[in-house]
């Protein structure tokens, strides 16, 4: 007998959600995380309809709403005008949260389904496939074995280098710089997010709760490390002068895309970015990990009574989803890149296109992951 049913690998967002819903089902889940306390960098703020619908499957769907912003559209601007604006309808409507506080829910929601299922300050440093289950050993703990073990550890994952799965890189990519800070009274930009693309380079600003505003900018020669130049770009750019509170720093990170060759290897199943790399620009891969955990769970349940592995149409569904999620990406860095001359005519007409009534509809879809 093994161990557990479902040994999971990776408390990050994906990791948790998938546990709950596995644990929901009353499937026994053990969830191993190296860190001993909560990830609080300020990664994914951005939560689209599908990925609301799987934290209502979590149970944490009303906790998160009650606490999250809700982001009524979006306008994109070139050298101060509008190119483009859509206002999304409640169907579209993006959530914006924290990821660390989308995370703390999933958690408490986890102890609450299935008390003691998260074990932390676990370094997993090998995972083996063996007769009818998948065994895994640590740095700090004995070896565990269970019917099935899922890697949700992240883009490095050491799981997925271990079973020698290929780690395709997709076109796309680039630097951008990053403040999450207080909306100041003359930049207000209320409840929409601003998108503007500039001959010198991508200026994104999101709301988030609280009175405060992410601000992104795209950085083709990584300069925008310290307060000053990121701020001088974003002025630059947009006419918008931001002061970063004293000693914060813009955090700097490289927008890359990567997909796994396969999805699984006998009793072992990667899952979000384990899995595939998605562009932050554009904010999509938690939202893919979590609507992949959902085909995953349905999987490993039917795997679990039948006692087999079934779980090819999850690893296809899956591939396809985030090959698609990657294309997308692509063109939103695109549309960002710096531009001059014809070749920003021609990317202004284009996003003046999108924004037009026949086409704003299936452009706010696109954006929103609908359909
Ligand atoms: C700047 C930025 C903005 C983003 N914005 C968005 C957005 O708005 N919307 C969106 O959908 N996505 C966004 N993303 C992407 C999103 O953050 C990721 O897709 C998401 O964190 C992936 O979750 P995960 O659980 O698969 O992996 P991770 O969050 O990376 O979690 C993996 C976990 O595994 C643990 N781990 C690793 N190795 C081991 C081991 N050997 N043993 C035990 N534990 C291990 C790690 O400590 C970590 O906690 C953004 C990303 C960035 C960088």
Redesign the pocket.
């Known amino acids: 007998m093994p161990d557990h049913d479902v040994a999971i ?7 948790l959600l998938l546990a709950c819903l596995l644990a929901q089902r009353g499937i026994d889940v053990a969830v ?4 001993g306390a909560a ?1 609080d960098r ?5 939560i689209h309809p599908p ?1 609301s619908a799987t934290l209502d499957a979590a149970g944490v769907g009303a906790q998160v709403r009650a606490e999250a912003l809700a982001l009524d559209g979006g306008d994109v601007i070139c050298a101060s005008r509008t190119l483009a604006s859509l206002t999304f309808t409640a169907a579209q409507r993006v959530l914006i949260l924290p ?1 660390h506080r989308t995370d703390a829910f999933l958690r408490a929601r986890l102890s609450q389904v299935q008390d003691g299922a998260l074990h932390l300050g ?4 090998g995972v083996w496939n063996e007769d009818a289950v998948a065994r895994l050993s640590f740095a700090e703990r004995p070896d565990i074995t269970a019917s099935f073990v899922v890697a ?4 490095r ?2 799981i997925r280098r271990q079973l020698g799965i290929a780690w395709r890189e997709r076109p796309g990519s680039g630097w951008y710089s ?1 403040a999450d800070i207080p909306d100041s009274s003359d930049a207000s930009l209320g409840t929409r997010a601003q998108l503007h693309c500039e001959r010198e380079g991508l200026v994104e600003s999101f709301p988030l709760p609280g009175a405060r505003r992410r601000w992104v900018a795209g950085d083709p020669d990584r300069v925008l490390g310290d307060a000053a130049a990121f701020t001088h770009a974003i002025e630059r750019r947009t006419g918008i002068r931001l002061e970063l509170p004293g000693g914060l720093k813009p ?1 700097v ?1 490289q927008a890359r895309q990567h997909l796994a060759a396969r999805l699984v290897h006998g009793r072992v199943v990667l ?4 899995a595939h790399e ?1 562009s ?1 620009i554009g ?7 979590w609507m992949a955990s959902q085909h995953l769970a349905s999987a490993i349940e039917r795997s679990l009574r039948a006692g087999r592995v079934e779980v090819e149409e999850y690893e296809r569904r899956t591939l396809r989803a985030a090959a698609r999620a990657q294309r997308r990406s692509s063109f939103y860095m695109t549309m960002g890149r710096p531009a001059r001359g014809p070749a920003l005519l021609l990317r202004n007409t284009a996003i003046r296109m999108l924004g037009t009534v026949p086409l704003r509809g299936r452009t706010a879809d696109m954006i929103t992951m609908q359909g």
């Open positions: 690998v990776g408390a990050g967002p994906v990791g191993f995380e190296a860190r990830d300020s990664r994914a703020i951005g990925g990821q676990c370094t997993v440093t949700a550890d992240g883009v994952s050491g990053m955090t990170f899952v979000g970015d384990a998605t932050p904010g999509q891969g938690m939202n893919i990990g």
